[in-house]
């Protein structure tokens, strides 16, 4: 038997538990997440021929194509900027930005599922994260093939990387916590984070390297999906992690988790409303 | 599990609001107000209002009062029918009930594991097949590889929906639909059913076979709610019935009784 209370008690302490209660509802379904995640990507690439694979290839082009052009324009060894190109621009692509867009549709992807059964809100949290980590994992074979044949191959120092890995992971069920909420009241934030999305992309060492701006490195601290990337990327390029980044990457995290907690603290019990 | 424990429903001083977002604000308020201004006037000759009030708080904002002051306590072993105009808030209380919908305030305190048949396609992805849908419910549910086996067998052979099976739901007509969405409901038991009206659609054939897996399902259950307009089906299955009435309780009590009450009114008042 399930005793259930649902009471509407302004107190802290009760939204606390309730949002508590739902998450960890939500990791007692994981196994359903992980087939709702896989359906999702089986459903999107349903009828075409390669699938999902044709964002890799296309991936696989652009990267190509930007590498040679632009370090030509930057006066790169095409042996330093390809690999580096490949791993940042697919970190960017699939484990930032289509994170952060597919975060908004978090909740109201899933309207009739919401409106007609209980299920714990996380749940679509943690469905979104399992999607983009998979579609993240099918093209890091990108990065892998460049690095193979530069003879790049960092070894064992790639370990390195589980780290930041795991706080990617964590960060990303906040993001879509927060803008999963927000997104769900205010319609109106997909489209303004769409542009932005661009934006950060320009200002974001993504296409560039954090060495062609040395005198203004420290100023790269400020962009918190520099951090992201950066502690992920830097051990796979061999770069040692500066402990600046180690701890604004730290910092940025919390912030974002007490934001993402307080956005869900006062939203939960009204997002079956606002859908 | 705790089988000393009994499931009960009890819900205290319930009362529910829905927000009105997304719409155009000042020309939806215009027709709201002028809606609202022809119920008061009509009012008093046709007391049988269909929906909701609907009322503006401070900020002028539009709410519609779902449900006030609802106090209702099922214990274990009642089968409840609810009974009301569209819009009374039969299917809100429901979605109450099984936890979609928080209280504005309130109390909702109940116990046991709650299955709800809202709609027909409640929960089903469109493009998924039938088969995918039902492994789905099955891993929402908890149940083992071999369990969601069991489930899907069972529907299989209820619905008989044959190679359809395995072709996206959104193929299948409203009576596919519903053999799909009513066997794969029925063939879980919960300790608390919460139905709405649309299970006793079908044809005639399915009808019957219908009728008698509700029954043991009902029959299992400890308690059920089932929301209808046909009154033969509450007097069939139902031990108490509760009239809903603008989102109040307006009569609560035994079948007979409110069955009388409820066709005398709507008989004067056909509506």
Known sequence: MSLQIRINNHSLYNRHLQCLADVIESYKLWNLACSMAWLDIKLRYKGSLLGPFWMTSTSAVMIVAVGVIYGSLFKINTQVYLPYLSISFILWQNAISSMIVDSCQCFLQTDTFIRSLKLPFFLQAIRTVIRNCIMTALNSIIPFVVFIYYHRWPGSIILLTIPGICLWIINSHAICLLLGSVCTRFRDIPQIINSFIQIIYYITPIMWMPSQIQNHKTLLLTNPIYCTIQLIQGPILGEHLSIYVITGAILYSFILWIIAWVTFLRSRSRLAFWI | ?271
Not at chain 2, 22 to 50: D, G, V, Y
Not at chain 2, 59 to 76: F, G, K, M, V
Not at chain 2, 114 to 136: H, W
Not at chain 2, 145 to 156: A, S, T
């Open chain 2, 1 to 271: 599990m705790n089988s000393e424990k009994k499931s009960f429903i009890q819900l205290e001083n319930l009362s529910l609001q829905f927000p009105l977002y997304h719409s155009n604000h000042r020309s939806l308020k215009k027709t709201l107000f002028s809606k609202a201004e022809k119920f008061i006037t009509r009012k008093e000759s046709k007391p049988q209002r269909t929906g909701a009030e609907i009322i503006y708080d401070d900020a002028n904002r539009i709410y519609i009062q779902a449900l006030r002051d609802i106090n209702l306590s099922i214990p274990s072993g009642e089968r409840i029918g609810l009974i009301g105009h569209n819009g009374a808030g039969k299917s809100t209380l429901l979605r109450a009930i099984t936890g979609i919908y928080e209280p504005n305030t309130g109390k909702i305190i109940t116990n046991g594991n709650i299955e709800s048949l809202l709609d027909t396609n409640a929960g089903m992805n469109q493009i998924l097949s039938g088969r995918e849908n039902i492994y789905l419910r099955g891993k929402r549910l908890k149940l083992n590889n071999n369990q969601i086996c069991i489930l899907e067998k069972d529907v299989e052979d209820f619905a008989q929906l044959n190679e359809f099976l395995d072709l996206p739901i959104k193929t299948y007509s409203a009576g596919m639909m519903m053999r799909l969405s009513f066997g794969l409901a029925t063939s879980i038991t919960p300790n608390i059913l919460l139905m709405d009206e649309w299970f006793m659609a079908g044809d005639s054939n399915f009808q019957s076979k219908a009728r008698n897996r509700l029954a043991s399902v009902i029959n299992k259950a400890e308690i059920v709610v089932l929301t209808t307009h046909n009154l033969s089906i509450i007097k069939q299955w139902c031990t108490r019935v509760v009239w809903l009435k603008a989102g109040r309780i307006f009569a609560d009590g035994k079948v007979d009784d409110i069955v009388n009450r409820y066709e005398q009114a709507m008989h004067e008042n056909p509506f």
